[in-house]
């Protein structure tokens, strides 16, 4: 369902810290999610995505990690840099080709 | 790369006008959506589009209708616009046989 409020979650971290964003999803169905990057006025960006047969996935300096038993998906960042400072977005494939998404986390990277 | 182009980028509107959001895509991808973003809500559907001549609703529909008379561009349109409708609008496309989405850079729509 829809997060419904004023204020995104925010993660601030240190430059060269990991980071880790957390995202809970709704449909025991969904067969495949994927991380979204969006930066300020500009639509989002894969970043990476994962299928439900799968538990784990990495990518360049990003992992993607599922729990299919409680329902969560976490993005993973290494040495997070400024340039990470961003929304990110997590969406669950339902059917089809119809995701739906998270309401998002802001991620602040501190110099 | 995909290139998925909104032509309006930023556009003011009058209560009551009616309001056109163009999309363009230059990939050849079937399917096609249209989806709104509010601060807290996240993205939310509002038609998708599997083909030519072809659109279904999508969670939030009500107050706008759409297009799709060739296959590389899907148009959202508002038939009389409301001040709710102020928001930034993002269109998408992705192949069938593909389950990456990719988005356009986005239409911020005022509504005054």
């Known amino acids: 369902g829809e997060s419904v409020g004023l204020h995104l979650p925010t993660l601030s971290v240190q430059e060269g810290d990991n980071s880790i964003i957390n995202c809970a999803y709704s449909n025991s169905a969904s067969d495949y999610f994927i991380w979204y990057k969006q930066e300020s006025g500009k639509g989002p960006q894969f970043i990476i995505d994962?299928?439900?047969?799968?538990d784990k996935r990495q990518g360049q300096r990003v992992t993607v990690l599922l729990n299919k038993t409680v329902k969560h998906l976490s993005l993973q960042i290494a040495a997070t840099q400024p340039g990470d400072s961003a929304v990110y977005f997590c969406?669950?494939?339902?059917?089809?080709?119809?995701?739906?998404f998270g309401a998002g986390t802001i991620l602040r990277v501190k110099s | 790369d995909v290139k998925v182009t909104q032509s309006s980028r930023y556009l003011v509107k009058r209560t009551g006008e009616k309001v056109f959001l163009e999309c363009v895509q230059d990939m050849d991808h079937e399917n096609m959506f249209w989806y709104r973003q509010d601060p807290g809500l996240g993205l939310r559907l509002i038609y998708f589009?599997?083909?030519?001549?072809?659109?279904e609703k999508g969670d939030i529909p009500e107050g706008y209708s759409v297009s799709r008379e060739k296959k590389e561009r899907f148009s959202l349109i508002l038939e009389s616009a409301s001040t709710n409708q102020t928001s930034m609008y993002l269109c998408?496309?992705?192949?069938?046989?593909?389950?990456?989405?990719?988005f356009g850079e986005g239409s911020w729509l005022t509504v005054v």
């Open positions: 994962i299928r439900s047969n799968m």
């Open positions: 589009s599997y083909d030519v001549k072809m659109k």
């Open positions: 998408a496309t992705v192949q069938n046989s593909g389950n990456t989405i990719y």
């Open positions: 969406a669950e494939n339902t059917y089809g080709n119809k995701l739906v």
